[in-house]
C-alpha cells in the first residue's frame, strides 16, 4: 500500500504550496525542526520588496527556506521596528520569527543592537536562538577579529560546538563568497555558509540575496537551527545594503 500522508501540504500567506512534509517518529527533537533530521543542506531565498527597489525605503525582510530538492521548509519574516529599520540600516536590532508549512512559529531569533567593527571588541554581534519559542537552544557570537569574520556556535550551555570563518573580503562580485563551518577546535571543515551570486540586475538594485548552507546530515537538529540563525546574522552583517551588494565595501572587518 501507498505511503499514508498524514498532512497535506497547505498554501502559506504567500502563495506558497511546494511543502515539504515534516518526518515522522523525530521524538527527540524540539516541534518543528523535525525537518531538518534528514537534510544536510538549507538554501535561503529572501524575498525582493518592490517598494523597497523603487524608492529605497527599509522593509521588513522575508525570507523562504528550502531543502535541496527547492521544496519549502520554512517562511521566516524580521519583526523590527520602522525607524529602527530606516535609521540603522544593518546594525539594527531585530527578532526573527521562523514558522513551518502551517503557520505555527518554531524558531524565533533575536538580535539586539551592537557594534560589528574590529574597533569595538566589547561590544559585538550575537543572535540567539529558541525552539520552541521562549527555550533557548544555542548562540551565535562574534569573535573579534581583524581580517576574517569568526563566530562561534554554542549551545544552550553555552559550550561551543562549532565555529564559522569567513574570508578577508566578504563582497560578492561575480561569485559566490564562502562561510566556513569547522569543528569547535576549529581544525575539521564540518560544512559551508555560502553567499551565492544571483545575477548583476538582482544584486546591484536589491539587497535581497541568496544562501547555501551546508553541514553533515548527522549533525544535531539543535546545532542545525542555530546554522540558520547564523545566516541570518551574516546576511545582516555583511550583505544587508546594498551598497555591499555593490561590491563598495567588504574588506575585512574594518
Keep these: 500500500m501507498d505511503q499514508v500522508i498524514i498532512q497535506q501540504p497547505t498554501a502559506n500567506k504567500d502563495g506558497a504550496e511546494n511543502w515539504m512534509q515534516a518526518p515522522q517518529g523525530q521524538s527527540n527533537c524540539p516541534l518543528g525542526l523535525e525537518y531538518l533530521s534528514m537534510i544536510d543542506q538549507l538554501l535561503v531565498h529572501q524575498k525582493v520588496e518592490l517598494l523597497e527597489v523603487l524608492t529605497g525605503f527599509e522593509t521588513a525582510n522575508k525570507y523562504l527556506v528550502k531543502n535541496s530538492m527547492g521544496q519549502n521548509i520554512y517562511s ?32 524565533h531569533l533575536h538580535r539586539p543592537y551592537a557594534c560589528q567593527s574590529c574597533c569595538f571588541p566589547c561590544c559585538l554581534q550575537t543572535m540567539e536562538v529558541t525552539a520552541p519559542p521562549g527555550t533557548l537552544i544555542g548562540t551565535v557570537e562574534q569573535n573579534w577579529s581583524i581580517w576574517k569574520p569568526h563566530f562561534s556556535i554554542k549551545d544552550a550551555a553555552g559550550e561551543v560546538v562549532l565555529k564559522i570563518e569567513g574570508p578577508c ?16 577546535d576549529g581544525k575539521s571543515e564540518m560544512g559551508m555558509i ?31 537551527a542555530v546554522l540558520l540563525g547564523a545566516c541570518f546574522l551574516i546576511d545582516f552583517m555583511f550583505y544587508e545594503s546594498k551598497a555591499n551588494n555593490n561590491h563598495s565595501s567588504g574588506l575585512g572587518m574594518i
Design 76 to 107: 521566516a519574516k524580521e519583526s523590527s521596528n520602522c525607524c529602527v529599520r530606516n535609521c540603522c540600516g544593518s546594525f539594527r536590532p531585530f527578532n526573527m520569527k521562523i514558522y513551518d508549512n502551517v503557520g505555527n512559529m518554531v524558531i
Design 169 to 184: 573580503c566578504t563582497c560578492s562580485c561575480g561569485g559566490d563568497v564562502n562561510f566556513k563551518v569547522l569543528s569547535a
Design 194 to 224: 555560502s553567499k551565492q551570486w544571483s545575477g548583476f540586475v538582482r544584486e546591484a538594485f536589491t539587497d535581497a540575496d541568496i544562501f547555501g548552507i551546508s553541514f553533515p546530515i548527522g549533525l544535531d537538529v539543535k546545532t542545525k
